[in-house]
Nanobody, 119 residues
């Protein structure tokens, strides 16, 4: 069983920055693909960024050049550094962990953290 705890959301003005954290319990963090997703009111949840166990990353076009995903295996924590925030980035952000342990596929979600960007 893996538990993910999201934190770091808040209220920020457009152009500002926030860093989200996702603390993972359990022993599978290092072998998990970690991701951040977001869901704005009335919209579907969408991919923001992912990072593979080996460190390769993938970003939604809307956040490329502004957001950076990273992971720290020593701390069992994934991060999303968000810069130059825009009002359209306002959403609930959710951490995700997927992988195999060892033959069972898992897919876990954090509880979400709210990001509000004012213009």
């Amino acid at each position: 069983q893996v538990q993910l705890v999201d934190s770091g959301g808040g209220l920020v003005q457009a152009g500002g920055s926030l860093r989200l954290s996702c603390a993972a319990s359990g022993s599978v963090f290092s072998s998990s693909a970690m991701g951040w997703y977001r869901q704005a009111p009335g919209k579907q949840r969408e991919l923001v960024a992912t990072i593979a166990p080996g460190g390769s990353t993938n970003y939604a076009d809307s956040v490329k050049g502004r957001f950076t995903i990273s992971r720290d295996s020593a701390k069992n924590t994934a991060y999303l550094q968000m810069s130059n925030l825009k009002p359209e980035d306002k959403a609930d952000y959710y951490c995700n962990a997927v992988g195999w342990a060892p033959t069972m596929h898992y897919n876990y979600w954090g509880q979400g953290t709210k990001v509000t960007v004012t213009s």
